[in-house]
């Protein structure tokens, strides 16, 4: 007996919904009644001692204000980028588009470690006297988002059609008039939800802030991490947590917002191919690009550089000693081997987050004519980006607390890191290809089953051509993402089996040049797999449909 397709989706949907229930909501939300109901009863009284405490609203204060700045500085460098290069017509634009790309996917540890290359004493920019102060974090900040702003923004600047703007320049407008009276409304919404993004991920990033900041500049997530590893004060980390949750809420939901309307608008002018060459009057713009572009490559080119730096002299030793056991008491493993477990967990969630974000995307693009199922995908697609923005220390120590009784006593396996990736990398998988599902004219199932074709085949045969590249590129993306994750992996990962970017971390906490050095060669090891990876993606990837 042939089931109704809705019917169908919707019992498909059970299934990352209950893998999104047992290894989100569930350790999240232990994590949370671990700190507010200690004895099986709800305490509520620590919390105005929680948000009252002098070093709570210093970290609230200095995620809110880094956030904001890093948002700000991001979208002022990355808007003139944007337009460089979606809207200007040049040899060699698509290199620099993967080069403003590349940082986004770079291991957070990875990040951090450039930026301390380059602006601690011995750095290019160690004279400028910033290591050890705010600076670097706003800078990492920008480095890292810089490309949220530009592909957000970019693809949706190269679809707007430029007649509009010519007409008022037409009639008599001057170049400042045309972008504030037509150009920019059209970006808003792009714009906004750029914002959004970044200030998200500027709010809880966590591996370059602990890289950087130390004990002495922390935030949300990295408090969360001190309270929960370093003082043990779960009610502490447990209302830091639920803070970050109803904003993360919010944030989603004002992105969500914003990018239904831009996809609207998507559909309404089409993509059209509305570049020119340079001119004289893009001298701006251009010379903003070549130092946005110089600031992506310069600690990239610091932390290489550094990286064969033995001693006094150059060489290879400490790309050497990775493959050495005994090159250092910190580590019971070497680094290659490190290196090889992080192949062999990225491997295994991105199988598990494309199994389940191949069903949820498909589930969520469908538009149900019925106003209740319509919300009812709303709400569910808002779900599954959850992940991306509460915090992976959270999640991670939530799975210890939680994962550690029978049925489910997960605490000594090893499934629980490749698990914690995948529900890190779930969101942009289902970010990747349902947009490209969203732009299936419904017309063409439609078409098939008038031919005779049933649900299933007539989706299959809609749909299936332009989702093979969208897939391996998501595939991509997933993989590098899983291979960068540190969060809830430093808290998951055996001290026998790390990753590398558990073990770098390890590295650079330790004191002595060969520490650093090991380090800053690892990082360069992970970094060149990982753009490799996505320079893959951004082959695979359909124009700039799905960015995010």
């Not at 999240?28 to 070093?55: H, N, T």
């Not at 904001?68 to 500085?73: D, E, I, P, R």
């Not at 634009?93 to 450039?114: E, I, K, N, Q």
């Amino acid at each position: 007996m042939r089931r109704a397709p809705g019917v169908a989706l919707g019992l498909a949907a059970l299934v990352p919904l209950a893998f999104l229930a047992v290894f989100f909501v569930l350790p999240v939300s232990g994590m949370i009644a671990r700190g507010l109901w200690p004895e099986g009863r709800l305490d509520l009284s620590g919390v105005p001692e929680v948000l009252g405490r002098a070093r709570t609203l210093r970290v609230l204060t200095f995620t809110l204000v880094s956030s904001l700045a890093g948002t700000v500085v991001t979208l002022l460098l990355g808007l003139p980028v944007a337009f460089v290069l979606y809207r200007l017509r040049f040899p060699g634009r698509g290199l620099l588009r993967a080069v403003v790309v590349m940082p986004f996917v770079l291991p957070t540890v990875v990040v951090g470690v450039m930026f301390r290359s380059l602006l601690a004493p011995g750095g290019p920019l160690g004279g400028l006297g910033l290591d050890g102060t705010w600076v670097p974090i706003l800078l990492a900040f920008v480095f890292f988002n810089l490309a949220v702003v530009v592909r957000t923004v970019g693809g949706l600047w190269e679809g707007l059609d430029r007649r509009a703007e010519e007409s008022a320049a037409t009639l008599g407008a001057g170049p400042w008039q045309v972008w504030r009276t037509v150009t920019l409304p059209a970006l808003a919404p792009g714009i906004v939800s750029a914002a959004t993004l970044v200030f998200l991920f500027c709010s809880t990033a966590f591996g370059v802030v602990l890289t950087l900041g130390g004990l002495r500049y922390g935030t949300v997530e990295t408090e969360i991490y001190l309270l929960t590893v370093q003082f043990l004060d779960l009610q502490g980390a447990a209302v830091l947590s639920l803070l970050q949750l109803v904003a993360v809420v919010a944030m989603l939901a004002l992105a969500a917002r914003t990018r239904s309307r831009r996809e609207q608008a998507l559909r309404r002018v089409g993509a059209l191919a509305a570049t020119r060459r340079p001119r004289r009057h893009d001298l701006p713009v251009l010379a903003a690009t070549a130092f946005a572009v110089a600031f992506v490559l310069l600690p990239v080119g610091t932390l290489v550089v550094r990286s064969l730096q033995v001693g006094p002299g150059w060489g290879l030793g400490n790309y050497r000693a990775l493959t050495d056991p005994d090159a250092t008491a910190a580590l019971r493993v070497s680094v290659t081997e490190a290196m090889a477990n992080s192949l062999r967990t990225a491997v295994d969630a991105t199988v598990l987050a494309m199994l389940l974000g191949l069903v949820v995307a498909v589930v969520v693009s469908r538009r149900p004519r019925s106003r209740g199922w319509a919300r009812t995908v709303s709400v569910l697609d808002g779900a599954f980006m959850l992940p991306l923005g509460i915090s992976a220390v959270t999640v991670g120590f939530g799975f210890l607390i939680t994962l550690d009784r029978p049925p489910l006593d997960l605490r000594t396996s090893p499934i629980l890191v490749p698990i914690a990736q995948a529900m890190v990398a779930l969101p942009l998988v289902v970010r990747t290809l349902a947009p490209v599902l969203r732009s299936v004219d419904p017309r063409q199932r439609e078409a098939a089953a008038t031919l005779g074709a049933g649900p299933w085949r007539a989706a299959w045969t809609a749909e299936a051509p332009v989702l093979a590249r969208p897939v391996l590129a998501a595939t991509g993306f997933a993989f590098a993402v899983s291979l960068g994750e540190f969060g809830a992996t430093s808290f998951l990962a055996r001290p026998d089996r790390p990753t590398v970017p558990v073990v770098i971390y390890q590295l650079i906490s330790r004191p002595g040049a060969d520490h650093l050095g090991m380090a800053l060669a690892a990082s360069v090891l992970l970094a060149l797999v990982t753009v490799v990876v996505m320079g893959l993606v951004e082959r695979l990837r359909v124009g700039s449909v799905g960015a995010f």
